[in-house]
């Protein structure tokens, strides 16, 4: 069975070479295929596989000191093709490209100036407790969030990770620093580096989606402030939580609702929000 996991731990990492070397022999040796990026900060990836392979690479990494304790989040992967063409495994100053390395502090533990971890149910009782004071900020780019989002979220106007630094600057969220704010994405990475950056800003009350959209969706799925479907980073573009999950965005070409995403240019945040009938048209 083909299944797909995310992940990712802040931890130092003396050696991030060796440990990309480590990789790579190890998910070779798997059949494993997608990304993994390795920093001083820790380690980020998304592959898949069999499932089979997928766990023996799990325990592979809890047997170590660096990489143990990951909380790996599992989905299916498509059933017909496959979800990655290829592995790279690559070394970066960051394994998410804010561009603010600087700003965070890392230790066994994770990061340690970032916003207060929220499960679901955390979410939500602090939903009833405040109420619409409550503003959700997304921590992902503008072209994921077209096709599924929490309620009340502010969509920032970014095209890439290094867009943040300016928007919780002088962005809609700026207006926003005495309330009490959410940030969320995928699987959680993000928000950690997201948070941490706007409590250095002087945001008052910052809070994180623990394991992020992914681990909201396994706990309440549509029934819950989520709606829309989730953009995810490899072939099948989008995934749904359950079969009430509804499509939020609009065809460019006719106005229909669909989760349809289209890449014509094989540059990701030039996605265009296409239903499918008008994609067909397109190919014609």
């Known amino acids: 069975m083909k299944k797909i996991i995310l992940y990712y731990k802040f931890t130092p990492i003396a050696d991030p070479e ?10 070779m040796r798997l059949g494993l ?7 001083p900060h820790g380690i980020n990836g998304t592959l898949g596989g069999d499932m089979q392979d997928l766990k023996a690479y ?14 790996f989040k599992w989905s299916d992967g498509s059933k017909d093709v496959e979800d990655f063409p290829k592995l790279k495994v690559k070394v970066k100053p960051e394994i998410v490209a804010f561009n603010a390395s600087d700003e965070i502090v890392v ?14 149910e955390e979410l939500h009782k602090l939903v009833e407790e405040k109420g619409d004071d409550v503003i959700f900020y997304d921590g992902r780019n503008m072209y994921e969030a077209q096709i599924g989002k929490f309620k009340n979220t502010i969509v920032p106007k970014t095209e ?18 005495d309330k009490p704010i959410v940030t969320y994405c ?38 819950g402030l989520w709606e829309g479907k989730l953009f995810v980073f490899d072939d099948r573009m989008q995934m749904a939580f359950s079969d009430k999950s509804k499509d939020i965005a609009s065809c460019e070409k006719c106005g229909k609702n669909t ?14 929000v296409i239903c499918k009938d008008c994609a067909t048209k397109e190919l014609v």
């Open 33 to 39: 295929k997608g990304r993994i990026l390795i920093s």
């Open 186 to 223: 995928t699987g959680g990475i993000r928000c950690e580096i997201l948070s941490a950056m706007m409590k250095n800003r002087g945001y008052d009350e910052v809070y994180q989606m623990d394991g992020g959209i992914v681990r909201y969706g396994e706990k309440y799925a549509d029934e």
């Open 18 to 27: 060796m440990a990309k070397r480590w990789q790579k022999e190890l998910c």
């Open 58 to 71: 799990c325990r592979a990494m809890n047997e170590t000191d660096d990489f143990k304790g990951i909380d």
């Open 107 to 120: 230790g066994k533990n994770g990061i340690e100036n970032g916003g207060v971890h929220l499960k679901p």
């Open 259 to 272: 989760s349809n995403l289209m890449n014509s240019t094989n540059v990701r945040r030039k996605l265009h």
């Open 160 to 177: 890439t990770s290094r867009d943040f630094i300016k928007d919780i600057e002088e962005g809609e969220i700026a207006k926003h620093k």
